[in-house]
């Protein structure tokens, strides 16, 4: 009777996790915390970023009348003085900074609560995204405006083209800009969605790629890793989104001098406790924009519908 007492009383009991389920809750990993998606490149910015902003105050400069600027050498007379020559400047364009800003309200308590991450943090952190790409599509706006002052790189490509088609154009059009004294001045190019997909994808009926990525020995330009870009004859061309959405409608790519646009910011001032009450605060922030086509003569542009 005392070992079968024993057994019964004096065993071993288990537990489980489900018997402490209360007091082992599930572990939190901010570190894992999700945010938005990571900001997306911006080519035209970067290529024709020239600098910051300190404030809203307009600014102008002055430019070569190139048309009534007649200064130049030519063959001398002894015993003749040389014809007078001009030189002549006109007013360039005034640029005028424009302000950004945006605001969340919050309320006390949850500034109080703080969280994990910082609430006030994670509004930040949206803030400088946002900026960040109204930086590249206000650059690419400016090219957009100027549109119909950029000449055309190549002869019109007819709608629906093949990338064949498209880029033998294009390579004759860069081949153009050879015999042109400023030519070489063309570095950069920026390719739509659109031209550029028709570009990258073309394969002819033996299955070969007019820009393969790896190892071409007769084509006359590459792809880069991941389709990160064009080489074509020597040209990198940068896909850019912020040249539009895939459409059924002719669209620009632009190849460019990169002094041909300037664009200027400011930073993106935070503001803490905006309008303060008992309830809660505004969190703001504010920046300076400006921008303008330089020289429209160092832009092309390409126009190309992918439909039919």
Known sequence: RVKKF???N???AFIDTADTAQVNPSKYRPDMFLGQAPVPTSPLYDTFHKGSLADVTPFFWSKLDRTNTTVAVANHTEG???TATDLTTVAGTTVTPAPVSGKVHITREVSD???NPQVSGLVYSEFDRSFKISLETKTAALIAAAAGDITA???AIAAGANGAVAGLEIEKGLLGLQFLADGTRFTKAFGHVDLYTALATYE???GEKRYPIINPQNRDGI????YSFLDIAGYRMEPAHSLG?????ASNSIVADPNAVHVWNSGLTRLEKLQETVEGWDLGVFAYFAGVVYDVTGLRKIAYDPTA
């Open 223 to 226: 792809a880069g890793a991941k």
């Open 10 to 12: 004096l065993g071993p």
């Open 113 to 115: 609560q703080g969280g």
């Open 6 to 8: 024993t057994a019964q």
């Open 245 to 249: 959405a895939t459409s059924t409608s």
């Open 80 to 82: 003749t003085d040389p």
């Open 204 to 206: 002819n009926s033996d």
């Open 153 to 155: 790189l190549t002869a």
